[in-house]
């Protein structure tokens, strides 16, 4: 019998049904849901543990809350109704935060290889904003040997003196939010900015020498059709980004659309089903990829093969993730972690305790293995002898079951070399990965 989730699954999206309200995309494991206040103290003993003789990479994920406007399909714990003053204090707030853990044995005198500044919207902050939390930054942590500093833009807020500021302060990765290029879609689903704006910040952008300057599109949002979406991908494929990122529409619970269908009753979203989400991003796979781009992961397409992701490699990989500011998550010495949710619960503790930390979760040696393992197959593939000496054991023996289940299917192949996903499989790649959850693991909420 297959162990690959039901299509009737509450927990993972599925192959051929209409998108109905929860998360699905695979962002750590064990599922949020499994993470616990009372496990907050086996943070506190791995922080009090010195790293290993030879220690884990190492980074920094600064979470910005601020917008413009709140999307419509928007999950995360982002704030609208905040004004300098409060912008100002939840700076001071999260550099005292990275303060706590600076001092800590883990990671006292360690420097990060990389960094990420994600939303809400990084790029809301004023220029003098942003000096003043990088600078406080580096000073409490040194930024020498970083090799990738990332950072979310909404086009809106992006104006010439802020990109040179960025650049100043050591972006690489400038990642620029832009869902869609075309107006209406934009507006429908609740987005701050339009087309144009995404044309003047891209041109600036790119005059100013960004390493890396990536867009994010997503397909399947409310009022989206083939002809949209097929304009939309040639669109960007003019702009020839060094990188694009694609996502398929979801609807969680706390969003506004989720609301909307609530009180009318509805159980299907107003967007694309999954089949049609699919196929659209693989027909934008297929068109960069015809333009010479490369299918990197299971989201991305690069246009320089060489091209990394720092960030999203130390998710996957089991580096020390040191994630600072409200409802941010974290992986630090084998603790999965994720602080306050709301932003006055998140500046109160860090006061009055010096961390903002509300959930955590220990792994096991196998949860970790489970951890990588799911993670890492987003990319595409995963290296048998690498995990083997990793953790001790062939994925093939962890895994049999689930991956002769989806080797049957046609959608992975497995040597003593690599498991790989194919095309798709990585269009589903998020349902699938739930066959290699522990059990009382598949129907957790990633919220």
């Not at 003098?128 to 040194?142: A, C, D, H, Y």
């Not at 107003?270 to 068109?287: C, G, H, L, N, S």
């Not at 992986?331 to 602080?339: A, E, I, M, P, S």
């Amino acid at each position: 019998m297959s162990i690959l989730p039901s299509d009737t699954g509450t927990s993972a999206a599925t192959a051929n049904v209409e998108t109905t309200v929860g998360n699905y995309f695979v962002a750590n494991y064990p599922p949020f849901g499994f993470w616990r206040p009372e496990h907050i103290s086996a943070l506190s003993q791995a922080l009090d543990r010195p790293p290993a003789e030879t220690p884990a990479d190492f980074g920094i994920y600064a979470h910005i809350p601020f917008c413009r406007k709140r999307c419509h399909f928007c999950y995360f714990r982002v704030y609208t109704d905040k004004n300098a003053l409060h912008i100002n204090s939840y700076i001071e707030t999260l550099l005292a935060e990275l303060a706590h853990y600076a001092a800590k044995p883990l990671l006292r005198d360690r420097k990060p290889s990389f960094l990420c500044f994600g939303g809400g919207t990084p790029s809301y902050l004023s220029v003098n904003q942003l000096v003043t939390l990088s600078e406080g930054m580096k000073r409490i942590i040194p930024w020498t040997d970083a090799k990738e500093i990332a950072f979310e833009g909404e086009p809106g807020t992006l104006t010439a003196a802020k990109l040179k500021a960025l650049r100043d302060i050591g972006v690489t990765r400038l990642s620029l939010g832009i869902e869609h290029l075309d107006d209406r879609v934009l507006e429908i689903n609740g987005r701050a900015h339009r087309s144009m704006e995404v044309y003047r910040s891209y041109a600036q952008a790119r005059d100013l020498g960004f390493d890396q300057i990536n867009v994010d599109l997503i397909a399947g949002m409310v009022e989206e059709t083939e002809e949209k979406w097929a304009d939309t991908v040639a669109k960007v494929i003019e702009m020839s980004p060094d990188s694009v990122t694609i996502y398929q529409m979801e609807i969680p619970y706390n969003t506004t659309i989720y609301q909307r269908m609530k009180s009318e009753g509805l159980l299907t979203a107003p967007v694309a089903d999954w089949a049609t989400k699919r196929r659209w991003v693989d027909y934008a796979f297929r068109k960069f990829q015809e333009v010479g781009y490369t299918v990197a992961a299971a989201t991305t397409v690069i246009k320089n093969k060489d091209q990394k992701f720092l960030y999203r490699k130390g998710l996957f990989d089991g580096s020390d993730l040191l994630s600072v500011g409200v409802s941010s998550f974290g992986y630090l010495g084998g603790v999965n972690y994720q602080n306050q949710h709301d932003f006055e619960p998140y500046v109160d503790s860090v006061r009055a305790r010096e961390h903002g930390v509300y959930r955590a979760y220990p792994l096991s040696h196998e949860e970790n293995y489970i951890r990588e393992f799911a993670l890492q197959l987003k990319n595409g593939s995963v290296s048998v002898p690498d995990f083997t000496r990793k953790f001790g054991r062939d994925p093939r023996e962890q895994f049999p079951d689930a991956i002769q289940d989806l080797i049957h299917s046609g959608l992975m192949e497995a040597d003593d070399r690599t498991i790989s996903v194919n095309r798709q499989g990585l269009l589903q790649i998020d349902r699938l990965l739930y066959a290699f959850f522990r059990e009382e693991h598949r129907q957790g909420r990633y919220a």
